[in-house]
């Protein structure tokens, strides 16, 4: 081997080293550290916040199902008792005498089961004093432009005003309250009732209007015609308050629930009646002459007058 040959062998050599060299990989500490463990991180906090973000949207979809339901319900339970208030009106509507005695003589014995309700104030927590949702656009825009952008403050209406609305849960809670009352007379003017026709049917001519006080006892006549009364006057003030709930709570509730969140649901059912038999009922019994309790309860026309009267939340 000559000296040319031998220094073209290790130049050959030389590039083959070289060649092998310029294989190995060089350390990209960024894309083989840095990249990868920043990539998990990412995807690892994205899917939390993902994670985050659809349990919230639940969690608010399943609030604003639930408030929904409980307006639906409370409507449904509002209508029940209407109509379970009208239907007893309808026995006694043929009462057109000012005289307590007359009267309770034209309220006949109820059949019903008399069955009082059960409502919680508490559930309606979601009511506020004003329309937070379902906004239409252009009131949308201008209460973000007032209390979101200029950040003036939200007028709340005061105390007495909101005391007057289906916004107030006591009022409400008092509607439902008084159902139950009315129910429990009721089912104790029945025996009382009961009572007495025992006692007219036991003298075959009857009872003259004159006679009865009499032949009753005053405690029994008394409390006969105390509590048809009271039920009248009861039952006319109820009916009132659950047309007047019906007609305005829907909307109150709707202003309060988010109702793009459950769309599927729909909304709260409006209420509306024109059947004549229930107009009729709207109309209260011709009032009493309140003079003419006094022989029977011992009340003066005063007393008689503020015992009898359901005060209106107007008042």
């Known amino acids: 081997m000559i000296i040319t040959d031998f220094l073209m062998m290790n130049q050959s050599t030389d590039a083959i080293v070289r060649a092998i060299e310029s294989l190995r990989p060089t350390a990209d500490y960024v894309k083989d550290y840095i990249f990868p463990v920043t990539?998990?991180?990412?995807?690892?906090?994205?899917?939390?916040?993902?994670?985050?973000?659809?349990?919230?949207?639940?969690?608010?979809?399943?609030?604003?199902?639930?408030?929904?339901?409980?307006?639906?319900?409370?409507?449904?339970?509002?209508?029940?008792?209407?109509?379970?208030?009208?239907?007893?009106?309808?026995?006694?509507?043929?009462?057109?005498?000012?005289?307590?005695?007359?009267?309770?003589?034209?309220?006949?014995?109820?059949?019903?089961?008399?069955?009082?309700?059960?409502?919680?104030?508490?559930?309606?927590?979601?009511?506020?004093?004003?329309?937070?949702?379902?906004?239409?656009?252009?009131?949308?825009?201008?209460?973000?432009?007032?209390?979101?952008?200029?950040?003036?403050?939200?007028?709340?209406?005061?105390?007495?005003?909101?005391?007057?609305?289906?916004?107030n849960s006591v009022r409400i809670g008092a509607m439902f309250g008084n159902y139950n009352q009315v129910m429990g007379l009721l089912a104790y003017r029945n025996r009382v009732n009961e009572e007495v026709k025992e006692i007219v049917s036991s003298h075959k001519d009857g009872i003259k209007p004159d006679d009865a006080q009499g032949i009753l006892g005053d405690k029994l006549c008394g409390g006969y015609v105390d509590i048809t009364q009271s039920c009248v006057s009861l039952i006319d003030h109820l009916i009132i308050e659950f047309h007047h709930f019906l007609l305005e709570f829907p909307s109150i509730a709707t202003s309060n629930i988010k109702l793009s969140r459950v769309r599927e649901w729909g909304g709260v059912p409006s209420y509306e009646n024109k059947q004549e038999a229930y107009l009729n009922c709207l109309k209260p019994i011709i009032k009493p002459d309140y003079s003419k309790f006094f022989p029977y309860t011992g009340m003066s026309k005063e007393q008689a007058e503020k015992h009898y009267t359901f005060g209106s939340w107007f008042d």
């Open 39 to 167: 990539l998990a991180f990412g995807s690892a906090l994205l899917g939390g916040l993902s994670a985050v973000y659809i349990n919230k949207k639940q969690d608010q979809q399943k609030v604003t199902r639930d408030n929904l339901v409980t307006s639906i319900e409370l409507v449904a339970l509002a209508q029940d008792c209407l109509s379970s208030l009208v239907s007893i009106k309808a026995n006694y509507l043929n009462i057109d005498s000012d005289d307590p005695l007359t009267r309770a003589r034209n309220f006949p014995t109820i059949i019903s089961t008399f069955e009082e309700v059960k409502f919680s104030t508490g559930s309606l927590y979601f009511i506020r004093p004003i329309p937070t949702e379902n906004k239409k656009i252009l009131e949308s825009i201008i209460w973000i432009t007032k209390h979101r952008i200029l950040r003036m403050k939200v007028k709340i209406p005061p105390a007495e005003k909101l005391r007057r609305t289906w916004r």
